[in-house]
């Protein structure tokens, strides 16, 4: 294998890379964002910062535990200890899952990926490529390899090339849009089209108030028609204690939403906020929305936790493969690319 394409720089896409890279193998990798990372992200604005991607992660399976080991040694992934608690109509219930381990990446989530991809960065003159800010429209398969045609953020045409292997490390429904304009069928195209649908939107309000919520402090479970969780962004550890929230919306309301004005939504979780508190809000300084069209994945599991397609050379990874969550982003792309490896031993 000389080349592998990894489209999406998501955690999937990182996790894929590391593995290749072990691997010997080259890699270039496409992403349409501005940077690595997905939906582990971190909205910054002037000197506040909101995760308003992943919250947390949990961390079960043992590949995914031994690369954040280095990090928690480290200190940049520390344990959330919250208090995380549920919420309804002013009372509060104990943590719905109390056992769990909830970590952050400090001083903010989008260190995550950047930190699980720094070996990669560090490797770029030793066949590692990244470009952001690409967005792959295209995949075509010739006598010499795969062939990825995209555009960037100015819009102007991009072809490259030949590739022996692509993996795909992107939402699901992107995938199977990305495969279905590209006129490719198979395995890969098959498992995109049964899972496009599992990835359920989420709106999101990214708020701060003069002074912090006492009643609001961690992590809350709310039972509401349209607030799901409200962090205390401000308080997850390697954070200043600021006074600035996330609250997410239901999958339900969120699709009811999900083309309306994302600014109006997050005043209207805000509105939910305060009604599932049941005590007045301080004055809000900063409300922003945001809308992520695929959040959560309802928790699917292929026996592999990917999909390869050693004959056509396509793999698929996706969190949706392998129960969701950045766990599952990472557990897949790690199992692509050990897929594609088996191709070349
Ligand atoms: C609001 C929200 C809250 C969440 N909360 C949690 C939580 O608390 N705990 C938890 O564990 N998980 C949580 N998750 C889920 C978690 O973030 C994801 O499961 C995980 O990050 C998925 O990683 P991934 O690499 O598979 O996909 P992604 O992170 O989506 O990465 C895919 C990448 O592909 C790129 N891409 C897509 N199409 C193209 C294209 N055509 N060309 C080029 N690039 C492309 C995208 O830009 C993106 O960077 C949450 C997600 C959201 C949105």
């Known amino acids: 294998m000389n080349t592998v394409?990894?489209?999406?720089?998501?955690?999937?896409?990182?996790a894929a890379a590391r593995t290749l890279r072990r691997a010997g193998v080259e890699i270039e990798i496409f992403d349409k964002g501005r940077g690595l990372g997905g939906r582990v992200a971190t909205r910054r604005d002037?000197?506040?910062?909101?995760?308003?991607?992943?919250?947390?992660?949990?961390?079960?399976?043992?590949?995914?535990?031994?690369?954040?080991?280095?990090?928690?040694?480290q200190g940049l992934?520390?344990?959330?200890?919250?208090?995380?608690?549920?919420?309804?109509?002013?009372?509060?219930?104990?943590?719905?899952?109390?056992?769990?381990?909830?970590?952050?990446?400090v001083p903010r989530m989008s260190m995550l990926p950047r930190q699980l991809a720094r070996d990669?960065?560090?490797?770029?003159?030793?066949?590692?490529?990244?470009?952001?800010?690409?967005?792959?429209?295209?995949?075509?398969?010739?006598?010499?390899?795969?062939?990825?045609?995209?555009?960037?953020?100015?819009?102007?045409?991009?072809?490259?090339?030949?590739?022996?292997?692509?993996?795909?490390?992107?939402?699901?429904?992107?995938?199977?849009?990305?495969?279905?304009?590209?006129?490719?069928?198979?395995l890969a195209a098959a498992a995109a089209f049964t899972l496009r649908d599992s990835l359920r939107p989420c709106l999101c309000?990214?708020?701060?108030?003069?002074?912090?919520?006492?009643?609001?402090?961690?992590?809350?479970?709310?039972?509401?028609?349209?607030?799901?969780?409200?962090?205390?962004?401000?308080?997850?550890?390697?954070?200043?204690?600021?006074?600035?929230?996330?609250?997410?919306a239901t999958p339900e309301w969120s699709l009811q939403r999900l083309e309306s004005d994302p600014e109006s939504s997050a005043r209207e979780l805000v509105a939910a906020f305060e009604r599932a508190l049941a005590v007045p809000l301080p004055a809000m300084v900063h409300c922003k929305g945001h809308r992520w069209r695929y959040a959560v994945a309802s928790g699917t599991c292929v026996p592999d936790a990917a999909v390869v397609d050693l004959e056509q050379g396509l793999a698929l990874a996706s969190d949706a493969l392998a129960g969701g969550l950045v766990e599952g982003g990472f557990r897949s792309g790690v199992a692509a690319a050990e897929g594609l490896l088996r191709a070349v031993q």
């Not at 200890?81 to 952050?104: I, Q």
Request: glycine share 14%.
């Open 205 to 248: 309000a990214m708020i701060a108030f003069e002074r912090v919520v006492p009643e609001a402090e961690g992590g809350l479970f709310v039972t509401d028609e349209a607030l799901a969780f409200a962090a205390h962004d401000g308080g997850k550890p390697g954070r200043n204690g600021t006074p600035n929230y996330v609250l997410q």
């Open 77 to 105: 992934v520390q344990v959330w200890n919250g208090p995380f608690r549920t919420l309804l109509n002013g009372s509060f219930g104990s943590d719905p899952c109390e056992h769990a381990v909830r970590e952050v990446a």
């Open 5 to 14: 394409a990894i489209v999406g720089a998501g955690i999937g896409g990182i």
């Open 120 to 186: 990669l960065v560090q490797d770029l003159v030793r066949g590692v490529v990244v470009q952001c800010r690409v967005r792959v429209e295209r995949l075509q398969r010739g006598g010499d390899g795969w062939w990825l045609g995209g555009r960037d953020s100015t819009g102007q045409a991009l072809v490259r090339g030949p590739f022996s292997a692509v993996l795909l490390a992107v939402p699901v429904a992107q995938a199977h849009q990305l495969l279905t304009q590209s006129c490719l069928f198979g």
């Open 46 to 73: 002037g000197l506040l910062q909101f995760d308003h991607g992943a919250q947390y992660f949990t961390v079960r399976d043992p590949g995914f535990d031994a690369a954040i080991a280095p990090l928690r040694a």
